[in-house]
């Protein structure tokens, strides 16, 4: 190799020196105490949900891995699923809202006791939910309703005293208009348990009104939960990591009355060419296709915002999460418009292509803007920083397994698909994915770890008894948001 | 008074909470309403059995549907799993306990087949039964899960319980594999999963594809999960078909009135074999039987005349040999 090459390849650095944490933000300590319990359980139920997911994308290579009934695919499918959204995706975007909503209310939460029942019973919820589906205990009903209603009333509960307690906080600000992160999370909080309610009322449900339902609640579940709670966080977040005012208020207002009645109407395209009225399919379709106007408002407001401030992506290691996941909210909401479409859905519908769609937006999206808030925010609660190195290497496997992942199951998913339509023995489409699938799983592992590497940053960002940097300041300048 | 939407919190969330009820109400509740109402069960479909009933209940736990979908669409790829869904066929499901609610079946992802169908189109126990103690044993390509739980191995099985015919390379080294409760019922869920007739003909285009128009298509989806896609069988289980000196027999009315009544308790090449051989009589047509059959006596080897549909049509008239 050319010497100079060699020197200059041996002298650079493996991570890119990151600015330390200039400030502290808050000595609340009882909130500061309550976000970190919020996020440490996120993120135990993150390793162990997706070491589940690991292990089920291990057992499309191996089906003889095990015989034994708790560990077998059907049961520990939704643990896996059930885990991450309602261990993890929740538990991560509850905590960080537990901080935000106070903040931009610039007044204290109105309970932190009322803050600690609602984790208890989110977790308990979760726990108590795995145990079930291990025992094969389900709810009967399809996809993220598997838990039977004891179980989900539990989880319902936590929602409804988070809620009670962040209205009475917006009540009680101090600032004269609602911020705007205020409107989705409450939004999201107010949605799911509407949401979560009419789905598990049985008097509309008998032969085929569960399957009306079960459209309904599955997109409502992604669409009007996870989706507004992370976009209303990341409205606090990335001005907040910038420096600078969001691009365009009114962008956000038009994203949010759009995003609560399109976004409602489209559940039905989980289920084209299905016995649903036509009409209501047609509705779906349509409303999915008019999406992109929340979706393109969304992400060019973030994205506007960022314009300019390349520095700020160099050199703190919260933002580059927070723009991955704004593109993969653009990427994978216009992915599932295709989707829609009868002509493309025909194709994509039950094979591995969604599972793909379902990756690329819980993760890529969701998963991603979490993990931005939590670096960006916990630093500056706790004084503690995790090792550069580590955040950066927690960055790069995430999102190149993901990649793996993404692209993976959306090329097998298509030829899948594509062996369908022309007809040929099922066996072909089983047979044809074993590589895919054995990528999926290659893509998981690097995920996988890099959900360890995310243990172990929590762990150093906890708070110690002795700060590790110079004494917090006192309270933070008031600044435009 | 001036309209501060933003500033009144009530009004706000008060707003955010009525428009989302009011459009839940018009794309969820009220058709859910009328779906409930509208569709009685087809009138040639049967009530599930208790014992049909308890299988449905292991379906669930066992989280089947995650891999398996029991929803036809109106495609024309969707053939092969049968006729179009309608939402009569889901009308009899009912919550299934007070903590329970109406069991989804639809499913959302085809990993393994439809099974809107199977009863017709798998109908022997013993190949379930074998099927899900070990799916590899019949099917080496799957990555269905092995339900070893649903079976108990018995060195002396007790008279009167259901001893199933594991091909030796999946059999215990010791002991006889029986099938519990649950696996009888979950079987019988399955055997009872058969599509009423509409009354009258589906809309759809159902233009042959391969499966449902060749005879190696034909072959695939009613004959490979027991003789296999090469022909070979599974040793002791199912007979070959390879090198089989019925299916190379000059006359083939003994090949056609196999198809077409099934068989059982044959010694064929010295073994006799433990399952019996489903007719195919009442679901294929005299064009689709002869596809098969012609694919039998001209592949792996197998070089005998053809037939046609028309003698097909004589060995169906004439009585089984
Ligand atoms: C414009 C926005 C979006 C549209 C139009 C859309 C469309 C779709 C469609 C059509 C399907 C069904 C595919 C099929 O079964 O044939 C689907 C599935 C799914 N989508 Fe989206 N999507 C959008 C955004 C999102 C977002 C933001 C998330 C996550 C937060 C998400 C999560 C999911 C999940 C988890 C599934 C799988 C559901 C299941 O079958 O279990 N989607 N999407
Ligand atoms: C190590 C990382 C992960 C791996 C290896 C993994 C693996 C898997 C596997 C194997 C499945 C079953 C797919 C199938 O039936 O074909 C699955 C389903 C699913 N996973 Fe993951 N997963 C991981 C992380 C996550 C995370 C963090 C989330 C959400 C935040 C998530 C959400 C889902 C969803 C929504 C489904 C259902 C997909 C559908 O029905 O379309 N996964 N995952």
């Not at chain 2, 794309?27 to 009328?34: G, M, N, W, Y």
């Not at chain 2, 070893?148 to 091909?167: I, K, M, Q, W, Y």
């Not at chain 2, 074999?273 to 592949?299: C, K, W």
């Amino acid at each position: 190799m050319d010497p100079q090459l060699r020197s200059k390849l041996t002298r650079r650095p493996l991570a890119v020196a990151k600015a330390a944490i200039d400030e502290l933000i808050d000595d609340d300590h009882g909130l500061t105490t309550l976000v970190f319990a919020y996020l440490v359980s996120a993120a135990w139920w993150l390793v162990f949900g997706t070491l589940v997911g690991l292990y089920l994308s291990l057992k499309f290579v191996w089906p003889e891995l095990d015989g034994v009934s708790w560990l077998s695919f059907g049961r520990l499918r939704p643990i896996h699923t059930n885990t991450v959204f309602w261990g993890w995706s929740s538990h991560g975007m509850v905590g960080l809202a537990y901080y935000v909503v106070p903040r931009t209310c610039r007044r204290r939460l109105y309970s932190y006791r009322l803050g600690w029942v609602a984790l208890g019973l989110m977790s308990a919820s979760v726990l108590a939910g795995d145990l079930c589906l291990a025992a094969g205990i389900s709810n009967g009903a399809q996809e993220y309703r598997e838990l039977v209603w004891p179980v989900m009333l539990m989880f319902a509960s936590g929602l409804a005293l988070t809620l009670y307690n962040f209205y009475r906080t917006v009540v009680g600000r101090t600032t004269r208009e609602i911020y705007i992160s205020n409107w989705y999370v409450l939004g999201a909080l107010i949605w799911t348990l509407t949401l979560i309610t009419i789905s598990y009322l049985p008097f509309y449900q008998r032969g085929f009104g569960e399957t009306v339902i079960q459209g309904y609640y599955m997109h409502q579940g992604v669409g009007m939960w996870f989706t507004p709670m992370v976009l209303g966080l990341t409205y606090y977040f990335l001005p907040k990591f910038l420096n600078k005012p969001i691009y365009s208020y009114s962008l956000g207002v038009l994203a949010f009355w759009t995003q609560m009645f399109f976004y409602t109407m489209i559940g039905s395209h989980h289920f084209l060419y299905s016995p649903l009225p036509w009409w209501l399919q047609t509705v779906a379709i349509l409303f999915s296709i008019g999406m992109i106007v929340p979706v393109v408002a969304g992400t060019a407001n973030f994205l506007l915002t960022m314009r300019g401030s390349g520095h700020a992506l160099r050199s703190s290691y919260a933002v580059p999460f927070l723009l991955v996941g704004v593109v993969y909210y653009f990427v994978g909401s216009m992915q599932g418009s295709f989707e829609a479409l009868r002509s493309l859905n025909l194709l994509w519908h039950f094979s591995s292509y969604t599972v793909g769609h379902s990756h690329i937006t819980m993760y890529g999206f969701v998963s991603f803007l979490i993990w931005g808030g939590a670096y960006g925010l916990l630093p500056r609660l706790s004084g503690r920083e995790a090792p550069h190195l580590s955040i950066g290497i927690h960055f790069w496997l995430a999102f190149i397994g993901l990649m793996i992942y993404g692209v993976s199951l959306s090329v097998g998913g298509t030829l899948q698909g594509l062996s369908w339509k022309h007809g040929e023995p099922f066996q072909n489409s089983v047979v044809l994915m074993a590589p895919y699938w054995l990528w999926r799983a290659v893509g998981g592992t690097l995920m996988f770890g890099s959900h360890l590497l995310f243990g172990f940053n929590m762990w150093h960002m906890l708070p110690g008894r002795t700060p590790a940097l110079p004494e917090p300041l006192t309270q933070e300048p008031a600044r435009a948001i | 008074m001036q309209f501060d939407l933003y500033e009144r919190p009530a009004l706000l969330f008060g707003l955010v909470f009525v428009v989302f009820l009011a459009l839940s109400s018009v794309v969820a509740i009220a058709p859910a309403l009328d779906a409930q109402e509208k569709y009685e069960p087809l009138p040639a479909s049967e009530p599930l059995s208790p014992k049909a009933a308890h299988g449905l209940r292991v379906y669930i736990a066992e989280g089947c549907p995650v891999c398996h979908t029991q929803q036809v669409r109106s495609l024309a790829m969707d053939s092969q799993w049968g006729r179009p869904t309608v939402a009569a066929d889901y009308a009899r499901l009912r919550g299934m306990s007070w903590w329970q609610e109406t069991p989804g079946v639809l499913g959302s992802e085809r990993v393994g087949p439809d099974l809107s169908n199977i009863g017709k189109r798998q109908p022997s126990e013993a190949w379930q039964l074998i099927h899900l103690f070990n799916p590899r044993a019949v099917s080496p390509w799957s990555v269905m899960p092995r339900f070893r739980e649903l079976f108990t191995v018995d060195a002396e099985p007790p008279a009167g319980s259901v001893v199933v015919p594991v091909p030796q390379r999946f059999a215990p080294a010791e002991g006889k594999v029986v099938a519990t409760e649950r696996a009888l019922a979950l079987v019988a869920y399955l055997a009872s999963l058969k599509q009423a007739p509409l009354g009258q003909p589906s809309q759809v285009n159902t233009a042959p594809s391969i499966v449902t128009g060749t005879g190696a298509g034909l072959y695939a989806v009613n004959c490979a999960a027991c003789h296999q896609p090469t022909g070979e069988g599974v040793p002791a289980t199912f007979p070959p078909l390879k090198g089989d000196p019925l299916v190379n027999a000059a006359d083939a009315t003994a090949h056609i009135a196999t198809v077409l009544h099934g068989a059982e308790g044959r010694v064929i090449g010295g073994v006799k074999y433990p399952i019996t051989m489903p007719p195919f009589g009442d679901q294929l047509d005299d064009e689709q039987i002869a596809a098969i059959v012609n694919h039998e006596r001209t592949s792996w080897g197998n070089h005998v005349s053809t037939v046609t549909a028309s003698d097909v049509a004589r060995v169906r008239k004439g009585a089984a040999p």
